[in-house]
Structure formats: structure tokens, C-alpha cells
């Protein structure tokens, strides 16, 4: 069983668009993260969601907008797809808010033409 | 702002050789944590440290944590092709979480 699932693995798409990614655990944590992974690797947290609630919302343009409809889920919508948004999204989790270990999906990489 | 950098950003060694990837926060952390990314993959939690000074191995690698919980280390012994990877420290400070910037780490067989 997958812990932490992501779909897309892929997604392709024009600039101007609207896009969603979708993320689920099924580990019964607490808390869940999105984060950017730009193509010199780095890592940036973008937000952190514990029991629904959101706890850190690092500075990201407000085209990017979360969505936890319950504990097991943390969605992605992206307004207005800019190039500059290309990279790849990774989902992660953990057992409580505050530096638990965390446990990452599998990735979404996405490119904006 | 908050950074938290590592050194070196890319590392090319011999299989066999050793590796040491360090980890610099400009803030005090609460803990820190080491991850693996292989390439094309997912970062992998590899091991928590919480105490200042504290000293943690697992097989060939061994993690440290500076005494001011703003520094770490991770040390490869003899590194092996199945190594390769980027390497992540990463750790909360208030409400927030920080990962590094990273090292790359080739291993030539």
C-alpha cells in the first residue's frame, strides 16, 4: 500500500491555465506539506496543513491556493500557470506538526509551456 | 531570512572513499533531520537527532549535531555506488521548517 500517494505523477500544460494536484495519506498523520522542488534541487516548504488547519504558509504567490477537505487529503490548485511554476510538487506528511519525521509522496512534475 | 545551507553542492568520489556532506543554519533548530533523494525519487527519511552534541550512526554513515543545534554533519565510510543520492539535513525553528540546499553525491565504481 502506497503511504503517500500523488496524482499526477505528470502534468503538462500551457501557461494561463488552471491546475490541480491531489495528495492522500493513508498513515493517520496529522499533518501534511506541500513543497516545491525547483531544478537546482532545493526544497522549499510552501504550506503546512495540521488537522485541516493551515500552519505555514511560506511567501507564495496567492495563485497557489490549498485545500484539505480532511486529515488524509491535501490538494493543490494553481491559478494562472506561469512558466516559472515548472517543477516538481512533492506531498509529504507526518505524525504531528513541529519536525516529525515526514514521509514524501512520489512526486508531481510539472512543466508549464 | 532563515537559511540553511550545505557544502559541499555536488561531491564526486571514488567507490571507496569516504564522504562528509555539512549542514549550516543561520537559526537555532529544535532538531535535525537527515534525508536521501536518489535521483529521479522522493526524499527518504534517514535518522532525527534532538540533543545538543549528540552523535548517531547507522552502518556506514554517521550523523552529527553541533553543540549549538545550528550545525550537522553526515560522514559516509567507504562510500558504495548504491550511495548516490542528494543528501538534506532539515529542521523546525518556531513554526517554521527548513530544509538545505543539499549535496549531491556521485560515487565512481
Known amino acids: 500500500d502506497t503511504a503517500v500517494s500523488q496524482t499526477p505523477k505528470y502534468l503538462v500544460t500551457q501557461m494561463g491555465n488552471d491546475k490541480s494536484i491531489k495528495c492522500e495519506q493513508n498513515l493517520g498523520h496529522d499533518t501534511m506539506y506541500w513543497y516545491k522542488q525547483d531544478s537546482k534541487k532545493f526544497l522549499k516548504i510552501m504550506f503546512s496543513?495540521?488537522?485541516?488547519?493551515?500552519?505555514i504558509n511560506e511567501t507564495v504567490p496567492n495563485r497557489f491556493s490549498p485545500k484539505s477537505p480532511d486529515k488524509a487529503h491535501l490538494n493543490l490548485h494553481i491559478n494562472s500557470l506561469e512558466l516559472g511554476d515548472s517543477a516538481v510538487y512533492f506531498c509529504?506528511?507526518?505524525?504531528?506538526?513541529?519536525?516529525?519525521?515526514?514521509?514524501f509522496g512520489p512526486g508531481t512534475r510539472l512543466t508549464v509551456l | 531570512g532563515q537559511q540553511v545551507m550545505q557544502i559541499p553542492q555536488y561531491q564526486h568520489v571514488q567507490e571507496g572513499e569516504d564522504f562528509t556532506t555539512y549542514c549550516n543554519s543561520s537559526t537555532t533548530l529544535s532538531n535535525i533531520q537527515w534525508y536521501k533523494q536518489r535521483p529521479g525519487g522522493h526524499p527518504v527519511f534517514l535518522i532525527q537527532l534532538v540533543k545538543s552534541g549528540e552523535v548517531k550512526k547507522q552502518k556506514r554513515l554517521t550523523f552529527q549535531f553541533g553543540e549549538a543545534k545550528k550545525n550537522s554533519s553526515l560522514h559516509i565510510t567507504a562510500t558504495q555506488t548504491t550511495d548516490v543520492g542528494t543528501y538534506f539535513c532539515a529542521g523546525p525553528t518556531g513554526n517554521q521548517f527548513y530544509f538545505g540546499t543539499g549535496t549531491s553525491l556521485t560515487v565512481i565504481p
Open positions: 509529504a506528511s507526518s505524525q504531528l506538526a513541529g519536525g516529525n519525521e515526514q514521509f
Open positions: 496543513y495540521n488537522n485541516k488547519e493551515l500552519i
